[in-house]
């Protein structure tokens, strides 16, 4: 049976909380997940929310998902697309579906007139980055991502 990429719902929370624990396990930073199913369903189902998700189905079975936003360029003066999280279970891996979440974010930046598809990955990641470079993508080497979060956050933004 083909692969069935389909929009995430409300009701897909608690699924999207499990694969999001089950990437941190593999990224080594399960205790980085602070959220719970309500706080998924709130801030990328609730009023407002500019990101979206992707469930990918083998059998009628969720066996992966991808997070996404879309962003701007200014050089550009386009749109891009970010990828926040892509994940497919140990399981499915090699039915092609990681590669099918990538082609039809591929699609849909090129639909929406998105000048980028964009995406990071943890530079210890080999299979990933080989996975990556084997249709055409490539690091940015020369740009380093910096990170206001917790205590240095709500410090700053005080004053």
Not at 27 to 38: L, N, P, Q, Y
Not at 45 to 51: D, I, L, N, R, V
Not at 108 to 116: D, I, K, P
């Amino acid at each position: 049976m083909p692969l069935n990429i389909r929009p995430a719902t409300p009701d897909d929370a608690e699924l999207i909380l499990r694969f999001i624990t089950d990437l941190a396990i593999y990224e080594k930073a399960e205790h980085e997940v602070k959220t719970d199913a309500a706080g998924i369903r709130d801030s990328l189902f609730g009023e407002g929310s500019t990101t979206h998700g992707l469930i990918c189905e083998h059998d009628g079975h969720p066996i992966g998902y991808a997070v996404y936003f879309f962003n701007y360029s200014t050089w550009l003066g386009k749109h891009g697309l970010y990828l926040e999280d892509l994940y497919v279970s140990p399981e499915a891996r090699g039915l092609g579906a990681g590669k099918a979440l990538l082609r039809h974010l591929a699609q849909l930046a090129v639909a929406r007139g998105c000048g980028r598809f964009e995406w990071s990955v943890l530079d210890w990641n080999t299979p990933a980055i080989e996975f990556y470079e084997s249709f055409g993508a490539r690091p940015q080497s020369e740009w380093t991502i910096y990170r206001l979060t917790g205590q240095a956050l709500l410090d700053f933004a005080a004053g």
